[in-house]
T-cell receptor
Framework: SQKIEQNSEALNIQEGKTATLTCNYT??????LQWYRQDPGRGPVFLLL?????KEKRKERLKVTFDTTLKQSLFHITASQPADSATYLC???????????FGSGTRLLVRP | GAGVSQSPSNKVTEKGKDVELRCDPI?????LYWYRQRLGQGLEFLIY????????KSGLPSDRFSAERTGESVSTLTIQRTQQEDSAVYLC?????????????FGSGTQLSVL
């Protein structure tokens, strides 16, 4: 069956450290992978998009990698801040069906 | 408007009643999506529209769920004979198109509680 897996346990780190979140998928061939941030009571907000032929994408303190062989994406936040505390969702875009399919998200807590 | 607007923000209803949830997408966005998010879980795809057409309704959980879009703008998600398991946040999102996997812009959702 098709699955997108994100660590369901919260990631708890100290301010200033690098946070690394993982997204694994099975039985999908996504054309794109996107990462979103969701705060309590709000809808998700787009952060980064990476294409299947790209290995890495950066935006300010954020970095995303995409390994289509391992079927995995890593999302890094460097020099993390308490304001980065939120739930982070990965999503796969399927060209075959024009759908964006979401993982269940990982909650990040950054301690001051 | 500046962003995706959903109404109502909260809806409490009794089991068996019908509810309508409304979504106003960003002006000019041709693609519109509905998702459902149960407490502590990820987003479950329900349906998407390209213009006023819904090419993929496969995510609708049952025939009690229906959606329409008019004028390539406002969309309404209707749930008939609501059940307690329908309780969730219903999120709407829009994007400039569906073809190239553009990023989605989400509303804040409608929190539906079925008593």
């Amino acid at each position: 069956s098709q699955k997108i897996e994100q660590n369901s346990e919260a990631l708890n780190i100290q301010e200033g450290k690098t946070a690394t979140l993982t997204c694994n998928y099975t039985n999908y061939s996504p054309a794109y992978l996107q990462w979103y941030r969701q705060d309590p009571g709000r809808g998700p907000v787009f952060l980064l998009l990476i294409r299947e032929n790209e290995k890495e994408k950066r935006k300010e303190r954020l970095k995303v990698t995409f390994d289509t062989t391992l079927k995995q994406s890593l999302f890094h936040i460097t020099a993390s801040q308490p304001a980065d505390s939120a739930t982070y969702l990965c999503a796969l875009w399927m060209d075959s069906s024009y759908k964006l399919i979401f993982g269940s998200g990982t909650r990040l807590l950054v301690r001051p | 408007g500046a962003g995706v607007s959903q109404s109502p923000s909260n809806k409490v209803t009794e089991k068996g009643k019908d509810v309508e949830l409304r979504c106003d997408p960003i002006s000019g966005h041709t693609a519109l999506y509905w998702y459902r998010q149960r407490l502590g879980q990820g987003l479950e795809f329900l349906i998407y529209f390209q213009g006023n057409s819904a090419p993929d309704k496969s995510g609708l959980p049952s025939d009690r769920f229906s959606a329409e879009r008019t004028g390539e703008s406002v969309s309404t998600l209707t749930i008939q004979r609501t059940q307690q398991e329908d309780s969730a946040v219903y999120l709407c999102a829009s994007s400039s198109n569906t073809i190239s996997g553009e990023k989605l812009f989400f509303g804040s959702g409608t929190q539906l509680s079925v008593l």
